[in-house]
Nanobody, 119 residues
Framework: QVQLVESGGGLVQAGGSLRLSCAASGRTFSIYDMGWFRQAPGKEREFVARISRISFSTYYSDSVKGRFTISRDNAKNTVYLQMNSLKPEDTAVYYC????????????WGQGTQVTVSS
Protein backbone atom coordinates (compact mmCIF):
# COMPACT_ATOMS: atom_id res chain seq x y z
CA GLN A 1 0.00 0.00 0.00
CA VAL A 2 1.10 3.56 -0.61
CA GLN A 3 -0.04 6.94 0.74
CA LEU A 4 0.05 9.93 -1.59
CA VAL A 5 0.21 13.64 -0.75
CA GLU A 6 -0.01 16.31 -3.44
CA SER A 7 1.34 19.84 -3.18
CA GLY A 8 2.14 22.80 -5.39
CA GLY A 9 -1.30 23.95 -6.39
CA GLY A 10 -2.35 27.57 -6.31
CA LEU A 11 -3.63 30.56 -8.24
CA VAL A 12 -1.88 31.53 -11.47
CA GLN A 13 -2.68 33.76 -14.42
CA ALA A 14 -3.36 32.31 -17.84
CA GLY A 15 -0.12 31.56 -19.63
CA GLY A 16 1.69 30.91 -16.38
CA SER A 17 3.23 27.75 -14.96
CA LEU A 18 2.96 25.56 -11.90
CA ARG A 19 4.69 22.39 -10.80
CA LEU A 20 2.73 19.87 -8.80
CA SER A 21 4.44 17.31 -6.61
CA CYS A 22 3.12 14.06 -5.21
CA ALA A 23 5.08 12.49 -2.38
CA ALA A 24 4.55 8.80 -1.73
CA SER A 25 5.15 6.98 1.51
CA GLY A 26 6.62 3.54 1.66
CA ARG A 27 9.67 2.03 0.05
CA THR A 28 7.92 0.43 -2.91
CA PHE A 29 7.12 3.58 -4.88
CA SER A 30 9.15 2.38 -7.84
CA ILE A 31 6.83 -0.55 -8.51
CA TYR A 32 3.83 1.65 -9.27
CA ASP A 33 2.79 3.27 -12.50
CA MET A 34 1.83 6.81 -11.49
CA GLY A 35 -0.74 9.16 -12.88
CA TRP A 36 -2.31 12.58 -12.57
CA PHE A 37 -6.03 13.22 -12.87
CA ARG A 38 -8.15 16.31 -12.42
CA GLN A 39 -11.74 17.19 -11.62
CA ALA A 40 -13.30 20.53 -12.41
CA PRO A 41 -16.47 21.75 -10.66
CA GLY A 42 -19.52 19.99 -12.02
CA LYS A 43 -17.46 17.65 -14.19
CA GLU A 44 -16.26 14.10 -13.93
CA ARG A 45 -12.69 13.28 -13.03
CA GLU A 46 -10.50 13.02 -16.12
CA PHE A 47 -7.13 11.53 -16.94
CA VAL A 48 -4.26 13.98 -17.39
CA ALA A 49 -0.99 12.05 -17.59
CA ARG A 50 0.68 8.76 -16.74
CA ILE A 51 4.24 7.54 -16.30
CA SER A 52 5.24 3.91 -16.24
CA ARG A 53 7.31 2.36 -13.48
CA ILE A 54 10.00 0.68 -15.59
CA SER A 55 10.64 2.54 -18.82
CA PHE A 56 9.28 5.85 -17.55
CA SER A 57 7.11 5.97 -20.66
CA THR A 58 4.67 8.85 -20.57
CA TYR A 59 1.13 9.31 -21.83
CA TYR A 60 -0.98 12.46 -21.94
CA SER A 61 -4.52 13.50 -22.62
CA ASP A 62 -4.93 15.48 -25.81
CA SER A 63 -5.99 18.53 -23.82
CA VAL A 64 -2.60 18.85 -22.08
CA LYS A 65 -0.20 17.31 -24.58
CA GLY A 66 2.64 19.68 -25.35
CA ARG A 67 1.96 21.83 -22.29
CA PHE A 68 2.26 19.43 -19.34
CA THR A 69 5.12 17.10 -18.45
CA ILE A 70 4.95 14.22 -16.01
CA SER A 71 8.14 12.94 -14.42
CA ARG A 72 9.21 10.87 -11.45
CA ASP A 73 12.14 10.58 -9.09
CA ASN A 74 12.12 7.13 -7.55
CA ALA A 75 14.93 8.06 -5.16
CA LYS A 76 12.67 10.76 -3.70
CA ASN A 77 9.43 8.76 -3.96
CA THR A 78 7.93 11.66 -5.86
CA VAL A 79 6.06 12.22 -9.09
CA TYR A 80 5.77 15.67 -10.65
CA LEU A 81 3.50 17.44 -13.08
CA GLN A 82 5.03 20.48 -14.74
CA MET A 83 2.23 22.60 -16.17
CA ASN A 84 3.07 25.34 -18.66
CA SER A 85 0.93 27.67 -20.76
CA LEU A 86 -1.92 27.23 -18.33
CA LYS A 87 -5.45 28.03 -19.45
CA PRO A 88 -8.57 28.86 -17.43
CA GLU A 89 -10.00 25.49 -18.48
CA ASP A 90 -7.14 23.80 -16.59
CA THR A 91 -8.76 24.96 -13.35
CA ALA A 92 -9.51 21.85 -11.28
CA VAL A 93 -8.52 19.80 -8.29
CA TYR A 94 -5.54 17.70 -9.34
CA TYR A 95 -5.03 14.23 -7.93
CA CYS A 96 -2.13 11.86 -8.19
CA UNK A 97 -2.73 8.15 -8.21
CA UNK A 98 -0.81 4.89 -8.11
CA UNK A 99 -1.47 1.81 -10.23
CA UNK A 100 0.05 -1.30 -8.65
CA UNK A 101 1.67 -4.03 -10.77
CA UNK A 102 -0.87 -6.58 -11.85
CA UNK A 103 -3.71 -4.22 -11.01
CA UNK A 104 -6.46 -3.25 -13.36
CA UNK A 105 -6.66 0.42 -12.52
CA UNK A 106 -5.31 3.17 -10.30
CA UNK A 107 -6.04 2.00 -6.77
CA UNK A 108 -4.43 4.59 -4.50
CA TRP A 109 -5.27 8.28 -4.54
CA GLY A 110 -4.08 11.47 -2.89
CA GLN A 111 -6.35 14.11 -1.38
CA GLY A 112 -5.90 16.53 -4.26
CA THR A 113 -4.52 20.02 -4.72
CA GLN A 114 -6.44 22.97 -6.17
CA VAL A 115 -5.20 24.69 -9.31
CA THR A 116 -6.94 27.89 -10.35
CA VAL A 117 -6.06 29.68 -13.57
CA SER A 118 -7.39 33.20 -13.93
CA SER A 119 -8.05 34.81 -17.29
Amino acid sequence: QVQLVESGGGLVQAGGSLRLSCAASGRTFSIYDMGWFRQAPGKEREFVARISRISFSTYYSDSVKGRFTISRDNAKNTVYLQMNSLKPEDTAVYYCAADPPGGTDFEYWGQGTQVTVSS
